[in-house]
């Protein structure tokens, strides 16, 4: 199956500041998520993404499937932007990988 | 969008005992899932729920431990049966209209067995 790496694991922000979180992936696809699972433990869904350039809000995401990675960018990030966030990505058989998530923390 | 209700929210179960979870949708959907998401850990997809059918299930759980119902297009229940401390998990009811496509989560069923 495909295989997810999500970079960094871990992420410790001050409030304002930018990041970038990095998903790979193993394989072409035809589906690609972004979710962000928030402390009470829902998953709210950013973006569906299989290729090129989405932007809401302070949340932006770029795919490149021929080079099999998307890029997840948080601006000016808020205390509410802590959780972790998943990357998600299917085949042909449509059913998708999670990776392992990249934790976040936001402090005031 | 896609509006999902699981039931119960949480639960804290005897070892040995069953529990059902039930995951309702607000509008028919194509397919819908189960996962398992263990403490700090990622998602990991239990099983497809089929209409009619019996449920398709992913390599390392099989039905006798997670039977699988869905009637209809908007209802699906998880039972976890003879359960163990090793299932203590939250587990989450999901949908998608056409694949691939936007995938909806319900807000999870937090189980601890003791």
């Known amino acids: 199956g495909i295989q997810v790496e999500q970079s960094p694991p871990d992420l410790i922000l001050q409030e304002g500041a930018n990041s970038t979180l990095r998903c790979n992936f193993s394989?072409?696809?035809?589906?690609l998520q972004w979710f962000h699972q928030n402390p009470w433990g829902q998953l709210i869904n950013l973006f569906y993404i299989p290729s090129g350039t989405k932007q809401n809000g302070r949340l932006s995401a770029t795919t490149v499937a021929t080079e099999r990675y998307s890029l997840l960018y948080i601006s000016s990030s808020q205390t509410t932007d802590s959780g972790v966030y998943f990357c998600?990505?299917?085949?042909?058989?449509?059913?998708?990988?999670f990776g392992r998530g990249t934790s976040l923390i936001v402090h005031p | 969008s896609a509006v999902i209700s699981q039931k119960p929210s949480r639960d804290i179960c005897q070892r040995g005992t069953s529990l059902t979870i039930q995951c309702q949708v607000d509008?028919?959907?194509?397919?819908m899932f189960w996962y398992r998401q263990q403490p700090g850990q990622s998602l990991t997809l239990i099983a497809t729920a089929n209409q009619g059918s019996e449920a398709t299930y992913e390599s390392g759980f099989v039905i006798d431990k997670f039977p699988i119902s869905r009637p209809n297009l908007t209802f699906s229940t998880l039972t976890v049966s003879n359960m163990s401390p090793e299932d203590s998990s939250i587990y989450l009811c999901s949908v998608a209209r056409v694949g691939p496509d936007t995938q909806y989560f319900g807000p999870g069923t937090r189980l601890t067995v003791l």
């Open positions: 394989d072409s696809v035809n589906n």
């Open positions: 998600a990505v299917g085949g042909g058989s449509y059913i998708p990988t």
């Open positions: 509008s028919q959907v194509t397919m």
